[in-house]
């Protein structure tokens, strides 16, 4: 895969607290439901690239996105979860995606 | 050409979750056997791999996901991942005005005398056209 230049530095670092926005979508996204509102921490910076939310529209995708590795906490995701405490899940997420945990989600 | 606008098929009793979008949904057991595909199959998926290459272009695969995740939910459930595919692929071909509804009537008119003519059967009429907006 092959990505573009980054055009300004990440708004998150590694480490950093985000909750997936709660936002509905119109069209094609690549934030799955079952992440929306939940708070996960960056545990890594994949690159920078075209937004498939317009490629999927035949645009040409810019300006171009963060795309970050979020790490969960399975229990975090689901209500009756079972297995392990210390299971994680791992998504990659565009930064138009994220906001700081530190803020609420919307209503 | 058809400019395609974004909209979202929602899957019914399950708040704003697109169609395709099931992820922790309880929608039965998971089928985990392994099977093989069929040729046709195979030759969906080089069919795809060329049309999306450096060389062809013809769009971009988010325009396939985006295709699919507009079929309605019926639809969305009905079809098998190739079939999902070469339905995308079509609807895709006839968006972006590579190829029109007159010369993709006259291939499959083609194809249909060519299996009378060795007496196969082919598989079921016309393949709705779901495309944006066409949909009945």
Redesign the interface.
């Known amino acids: 895969m092959s990505g573009e230049p980054m055009a300004r530095p990440p708004r998150f670092a590694i480490g950093a607290e985000v909750r997936i926005d709660t936002r509905?979508?119109?069209?094609?996204c690549r934030s799955?439901?079952?992440l929306r509102g939940h708070v996960g921490h960056v545990v890594g910076i994949q690159g920078c690239y075209r937004d498939?939310?317009r490629?999927?529209?035949?645009r040409p995708?810019l300006p171009a996105r963060v795309l970050y590795k979020v790490r969960f906490s399975q229990r975090d995701?689901?209500t009756d979860y079972q297995g392990d405490t210390g299971d994680q899940l791992e998504a990659d997420i565009y930064e138009h995606w994220l906001t700081p945990a530190t803020e609420q989600a919307d209503a | 050409m058809v400019d395609?606008?974004?909209?979202?098929e929602l899957r019914a009793q399950f708040?704003?979750?697109?169609v395709h979008?099931v992820?922790?949904l309880d929608l039965g057991p998971i089928d985990f056997g392994e099977h093989d595909l069929a040729l046709w199959e195979k030759r969906v998926d080089a069919m795809l791999i060329l049309l999306i290459g450096p060389k062809k272009g013809a769009?971009?695969i988010?325009?396939m996901?985006?295709v699919i995740?507009d079929y309605g939910e019926q639809q969305y459930d009905a079809t098998t991942y190739y079939e999902k595919w070469v339905r995308a692929i079509r609807n895709l071909l006839l968006e972006?005005g590579i190829v029109d509804d007159a010369e993709l009537a006259a291939a499959l008119a083609d194809a249909r005398a060519a299996f009378a003519a060795e007496g196969r059967a082919m598989a079921a009429g016309d393949v709705p056209d779901d495309r944006a907006g066409r949909r009945a």
């Not at chain 1, 509905?24 to 094609?28: L, S, T, V």
């Not at chain 1, 490629?55 to 035949?58: E, F, G, I």
């Not at chain 2, 395609?4 to 979202?8: A, C, G, N, S």
């Open positions: 509905a979508a119109i069209g094609h799955p439901w079952y498939p939310e490629l999927a529209y035949h995708g995701l689901w | 395609p606008v974004p909209r979202t708040g704003g979750r697109a979008d992820g922790g769009f971009k988010d325009a996901r985006r995740e972006q």
